[in-house]
C-alpha cells in the first residue's frame, strides 16, 4: 500500500509525555510541529527510571574493544585535539577509502567523495537537507529507522511509504514501482534494517537500483549494521550495483560495527557534487566530528577480517538467546537476518496496544522496549508490534529472561 503522508495526520505521540510535552512554546517553529522527542530514547530513559533491563536503545552494554579506545586514548595524548579539517581527518578519510577498496573493490577519492559526520545520524538529516526541497517526494520502507520521519518532516519533504510485509519483511515491487513519481528525489534503504533485521537481497537491491535510474532519483543508503549479519549472508552495498556510482549516498558509521555509540563518528561516500553539497551543510551544522575519535577510526577500520566474523558470530549468539527467551516468554518474534533487533509480535498478551504494553513491560515487569508504532507512520498497523534490542551481555538477556517469566503468570 502505497500512502502519501500528506493524507495522514503528523502527529507523533510519545510513549509517556514529559511534563514539558504538549505544550508548544509559542516561539516554537513550525517545522518542530509533528513529531516529538524519540520513543526510543524516551525508553531508555523509562528503563533507567523504573530500573528495567534496557532492551529498547540500541547500544552495547559490554566494552569496547581495548586496542581501539587505546587509539582514543593515544590520540588524546598525542594531542589530536584541535578541529579536523570540517569533512573529516585525512588519515581518517584514507582509512575510509581503504576499508571500501578491500572490502569491496570500490574506489572512492578522499579528497572528494567522503565526509566525515556526527554519527549517522548527521550524516542522514545533511544528505536530506543537501538534497530535498521543501515538497520533493522520500520513499521509505516501513516499518522504518524512526529518525527518517522528523529527517524528512524538517526538511519538508513528503514521505511515501512502502510496506515491508512480515513475516519475511519483503516488499512488494509493483507497489514499489507505485510509489516513484516524477516528483520522487530520493529513496531510502536501510539493510541490514533496523527495526525488522531484514537483510535486502541483491535481486530486491536491483529492483531499488533499477527504479531510481529510470525516474532519476537518489538512493540514500544507511549500513550502519553492514557487518552485522547472520546465516552466512553478505552485505552489498547499493553503491557497488550498475548505474548508481553517481545516484547513491551511502551513510555508515562506527557506531555499532566497533559498539561505540556514543563517540558520533558516521561517513558518507557519494560522487563528489554530490559530497561538495553535504558537506556545505555538514560544515555549518557541526563543524566537524570528535578529532581523536576519527583518529582512533583509522586503527578501528584497519581491523582484520576476523574481527568482523567474530562480531557477527557473537551477535548470532544472541539473536539465538533472545529468540528462545522471547519464544518461551510467549511473544512471536521473527528471526532476523542481521542488524541486532528483533520485532516480536505481542498480540497474544491482550493488550489494546504497543504502547500500553511497553508501559507495563517497564513498569511492571522490568524489561524496556521500544513499541511498534514508533517505526509506523500508518496508523493502526504497529500496534501489535515491539521491538527488543540484543546487543547485550549474555547476563543482562537472562535477567531479561528471569523477569519475562512475571509477564506469563
Ligand atoms: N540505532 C539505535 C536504535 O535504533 C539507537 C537510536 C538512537 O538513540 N539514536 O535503538
Request: proline content about 6%.
Amino acid at each position: 500500500m502505497v500512502i502519501p503522508t500528506a493524507a495522514l495526520p503528523t502527529q507523533r505521540a510519545s510513549v509517556q509525555q514529559s511534563s514539558a510535552a504538549g505544550r508548544r512554546s509559542r516561539f516554537a517553529s513550525h517545522r518542530t510541529s509533528g513529531f516529538v522527542e524519540s520513543v526510543i530514547r524516551e525508553m531508555s530513559r523509562l528503563a533507567v527510571q523504573h530500573g528495567a533491563v534496557n532492551l529498547a536503545q540500541g547500544f552495547p552494554d559490554f566494552p569496547a574493544p581495548p586496542s581501539i579506545k587505546q587509539a582514543a586514548i593515544d590520540a588524546i595524548d598525542a594531542d589530536i585535539n584541535q578541529y579536523s579539517v570540517t569533512w573529516g581527518a585525512k588519515p581518517f578519510r584514507d582509512a575510509i577509502a581503504a576499508k571500501y577498496r578491500n572490502t569491496y573493490g570500490l574506489a572512492l577519492d578522499p579528497e572528494r567523495e567522503i565526509t566525515v559526520t556526527c554519527g549517522s545520524t548527521e550524516a542522514m538529516i545533511a544528505t536530506l537537507l543537501a538534497t530535498t526541497n521543501p515538497g520533493d517526494e522520500v520513499i521509505v520502507f516501513e516499518p522504518f529507522y524512526e529518525n527518517y520521519f522528523p529527517d524528512t518532516q524538517l526538511c519538508g519533504a513528503t514521505r511515501k511509504l512502502v510496506t515491508l510485509h512480515p513475516p519475511h519483511w519483503s516488499f512488494d515491487p509493483d507497489e514499489l514501482r507505485r510509489a516513484f513519481t516524477s516528483r520522487t528525489k530520493a529513496i531510502i534503504v536501510n539493510t541490514p534494517n533496523n527495526p525488522t533485521g531484514r537483510v535486502f537481497t541483491l535481486e530486491e537491491l536491483t529492483i531499488v537500483a533499477n527504479l531510481c535510474q529510470e525516474f532519476d532519483c537518489l538512493c540514500i543508503t544507511d549500513e550502519i549494521y553492514e557487518h552485522i549479519l547472520y546465516d552466512g549472508l553478505q552485505h552489498i552495498p547499493v553503491l557497488s550495483l550498475p548505474g548508481m556510482r553517481d545516484r547513491t549516498v551511502l551513510i555508515n558509521s562506527m557506531s555499532k560495527t566497533y559498539s561505540v555509540t556514543g563517540w558520533r563518528v558516521g561517513w558518507t561516500l557519494a560522487a563528489p557534487d554530490l559530497t561538495e553539497s553535504i558537506r556545505k551543510v555538514h560544515d555549518f551544522l557541526t563543524v566537524g566530528a570528535a578529532s581523536p575519535m576519527q583518529q582512533a577510526g583509522v586503527h578501528a577500520l584497519a581491523s582484520s577480517p576476523s574481527y568482523y566474523g567474530d562480531l557477527a558470530s557473537h551477535y548470532g549468539e544472541r539473536r539465538d538467546l533472545i529468540m528462545d527467551i522471547l519464544t518461551g516468554s510467549g511473544f512471536s518474534p521473527l528471526r532476523p537476518q542481521g542488524a541486532y533487533y528483533v520485532m516480536a509480535d505481542i498480540s497474544k498478551f491482550g493488550f489494546p496496544n504497543d504502547r500500553a504494553f511497553a508501559m507495563h513491560m517497564v513498569e511492571n515487569i522490568g524489561v524496556s522496549c521500544v513499541p511498534g508504532s514508533s517505526f509506523f507512520e500508518t496508523p493502526g498497523v504497529g500496534d501489535q508490534w515491539v521491538r527488543f534490542c540484543f546487543c547485550k551481555k549474555t547476563e543482562t538477556l537472562e535477567a531479561a529472561r528471569a523477569r519475562l517469566a512475571k509477564l506469563a503468570a
